[in-house]
């Protein structure tokens, strides 16, 4: 019989389920997208969102079970994502892993979707060596983190308003890209120079993150330069200007917090100009750069599975209700 952990995350647009056993071995992940709802809004609809993950949550968690051949002895606890999220999409979680964990006589346990983050980078295999240098960039989040071990987890800088993922979604919007506007933002850019020297908000402030005023100041410049760049341009010095943001706040991180990996996990993660960036610092820094495959750093259920496994082994246990004013410290 197999030990293992029903993980189940739906905390924004993604229904998501997976089996993962002790040593954060992936027995099967399935996730449920429903970016072909959100496209038209160029962005989430939380109401559509939640409706979307009540029809799909039961048939994930059944093609998840059927595809690692999993049967109810097998199953040690269910983990869920508490928060923080959409209000209507967790609450469809956190009532199936109730009711689930009710059905089957199995304990749930509720878990921080940022913790789940945090530790996605070691599903399947460890490739993360301890103390860590964590930056977080999706389209719900963005800070820096440094985890001593996979226990001891401290922020050290988050941003005081717009993700990272969230402005280059907003700046595609704005140049006209489908959503989301990450990857395409990406893509012209490649083909662009920095010609704009939009703002480095917050550059020189400790490891705080700011990026509502640089959105801000593309908003502007499309809308009152006279003679616009061309958009490739425009693509090409917003990126330079994240990256440069980034990569000040992870130097000056990994200066004051000495790591042996620095981890980047999220769905920004993507982007080949950040990977390119955060090698050159790795380099620079002597520390060796973890980049996990991209289906453990976009939403998935494993890794909240894998935390699920970090809390029976402690001996925590929170409750599958949603929390939306979780702090980002309780982990
Ligand atoms: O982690 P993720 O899949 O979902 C959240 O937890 O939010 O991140 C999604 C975000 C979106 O904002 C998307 O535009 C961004 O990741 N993204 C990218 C790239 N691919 C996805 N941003 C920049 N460059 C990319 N190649
Ligand atoms: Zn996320």
């Known amino acids: 019989m197999s030990d293992l952990v029903l993980g189940i995350e739906t905390s924004c647009d993604d229904t998501a389920v997976a089996l993962v ?5 992936v027995l099967s992940s399935v996730i449920s ?39 109810l002895d097998d199953i040690r606890a269910i983990g869920v994502t508490r928060g923080p999220g959409l209000i209507g999409s967790l609450l ?30 070691d599903l399947e295999e460890q490739r993360v060596k301890y103390p860590a240098m964590v930056l977080l960039v999706s ?18 800088g988050t941003t005081r308003d717009d993700s990272v993922g969230e402005t280059y979604d907003k ?29 480095r908000p917050m550059l020189h402030e400790k490891l705080e993150l700011s990026f509502s005023g640089l959105k801000s100041a593309v908003n502007r410049y499309m809308t009152s330069e006279p003679n616009l760049d061309s958009y490739e341009n425009i693509a090409a010095s917003f990126v330079d200007s994240v990256m440069e943001v980034l990569m000040t706040k992870s130097r000056k991180a990994l200066k004051q917090n000495p790591s042996k990996s620095f981890v980047i996990v999220g769905g ?13 610092l790795s380099n620079r820094m002597k520390v060796e750069l973890c980049l996990p495959p991209m289906r453990w750093s976009t939403d998935n259920a ?13 001996g925590i246990h929170k409750p599958a209700i949603p929390q939306l004013q979780l702090s980002i410290q309780d982990f």
């Open 139 to 156: 389209g719900g989040h963005s800070f820096l983190a440094y985890m001593k071990d996979k226990s001891d987890i401290k922020i050290l």
């Open 171 to 199: 700046v595609g919007r704005m140049l006209g890209l489908p959503y989301p506007g990450g990857p395409a933002v990406d893509k012209l850019a490649k083909n662009g120079k920095s010609t704009i020297d939009f703002p």
């Open 33 to 71: 997208s429903q970016i072909d709802i959100h496209e038209e809004f160029g962005g989430i609809f939380p109401e559509y969102a939640a409706r979307a993950h009540t029809t799909t949550i039961l048939p994930t968690v059944d093609a998840t079970l059927k595809k690692a051949n999993a049967k």
């Open 21 to 25: 056993d002790e040593k954060g071995m």
């Open 302 to 314: 494993a890794m909240i599975a894998l935390a699920t496994w970090d809390y029976i082994k402690l």
């Open 92 to 121: 469809v979680g956190t009532n199936t892993a109730s009711a689930l964990g009710m059905a089957w006589n199995k304990p749930v346990y509720g878990i921080n979707h940022l913790r789940g983050h945090l530790r996605s980078a």
């Open 268 to 280: 920004v993660a993507a982007s080949p100009q950040l990977r390119e960036k955060a090698q050159q």
